[in-house]
């Protein structure tokens, strides 16, 4: 399977552009993922770094949901994989974490995700605040979040990938 991707028509509006890029920048993830092993997606292939290919997606769903439940609607049904003891949960792997749950947990939060964005415009302001300015955000301020979250952690995809197997890409 090859993940599609396309870019958003240059000459579309805001909002469709916004959310071209973001679902852009998700199946570029997806894609990075594909066709390895759940040991080569949990593999730290840059050490010291704990970065892996499953940690980054899994980080991801924390983010979607901490992003579009947690911040914009003020829900809290809680972290996924991250606790107290160990918030950076979603990075440390055992043999018994899979692909599967992973990526099906990581589209269960893009499904909640667009449902709960589709019922806000962009100037629509989130019930959770920023912990530094105490501010609210705009739906367009999350989704430019969210482009630049995804995209910086392509990168790290790049580089973890390319040390697995050698495949590179954009």
Partial sequence: MTTARQEPAQTAGERAMLEGWLDYHRRTLAWKCEGL??????????PPSEL????LVRHMAEVERAWFRK???G???GLIY????DPDGEFHLTGADT?????????A???AARRIAAGFGLDDLSKGRSRFTDEPFSLR??????IEEYARHNGHADLVRERIDGATGD
């Fill in 37 to 46: 092993t759940d040991e080569q997606l949990r593999t730290a292939s840059v």
């Fill in 52 to 55: 892996s290919l499953m940690g």
């Fill in 71 to 73: 911040v914009l609607v």
């Fill in 75 to 77: 829900d809290d049904p």
């Fill in 82 to 85: 991250c606790t107290e003891e």
């Fill in 99 to 107: 692909w599967q749950e992973a990526y099906g947990t990581w589209q």
């Fill in 109 to 111: 939060e893009i499904t």
């Fill in 141 to 146: 301020w999350i989704y430019t979040h969210m």
